[in-house]
């Protein structure tokens, strides 16, 4: 089943001479259960794309349509709405709150909707993410790889139709890298959650499903099994 189709999605930043042609006519599907590694050089685009599919930006034209819904055309309350009802977001440096623990960071996005936590399924994800004995830590009480858990754990709360990783190894070291990877690929797997991440890692790229290649704003190659390294 399609998850995601992207149409002709282009996005500009400024414009006369400042400006910059971020994303170009951009176009591709993606269906439930896969796991794509978006990868290019740096300035190429790809973190613009995925803060657009994840409701973080907006684009200039083309459509996004996320499990049936055209984001793109939604106002920025109802954008808001569906990024945190849909959409699991990861990034680089973990975005958590300082002054709440394990358990209180990954409840808040579901919190923040009104509604009440699924104790089963945040027992699950905790004791698959290993953070059983973690649960009222701070996370300047956590180490890197912990964190980048809770974030993990956070992000799938909502049972998004969406997963989206920006850089989520980036600031970890190899050993924490591979555990988060494994993880990722475990709830794709096991749960059948789509996984789109944008990476720089060679080895997170050839053990996707499908690798996507952006240069200068376009899709230059869109490969399944891995069949490329990325750059």
Known sequence: MRILEIRDLCKVYGSGETRVDALRDVSFDVD???FVAIVGPSGSGKSTLLHILGGVDTPT????????????RLDETKLAIFRRRHIGLIYQFYNLIPILNVEENMTLPILLDGKKPDRTLLNNLVEKLGLTDRLKHL???LSGGQ???VSIGR???????LLLADEPTGNL??????EIVSLLRKFNKENKQTVIII??????????????????????RDSKNAEVSAP
């Open 32 to 34: 439930q259960g896969e």
């Open 61 to 72: 034209s083309g459509l996004v349509n996320i499990a049936g819904t055209d984001i793109s």
């Open 139 to 141: 996370p300047n009480q």
């Open 147 to 149: 964190q980048q858990r």
């Open 155 to 161: 992000a799938l709360m909502n049972n998004p139709a």
């Open 173 to 178: 070291d190899t050993e924490n890298s591979k």
């Open 199 to 220: 990476t720089h890692d060679e080895r997170i790229a050839l053990s996707a499903d499908r690798v996507i290649t952006i240069e200068d704003g376009r899709i230059t």
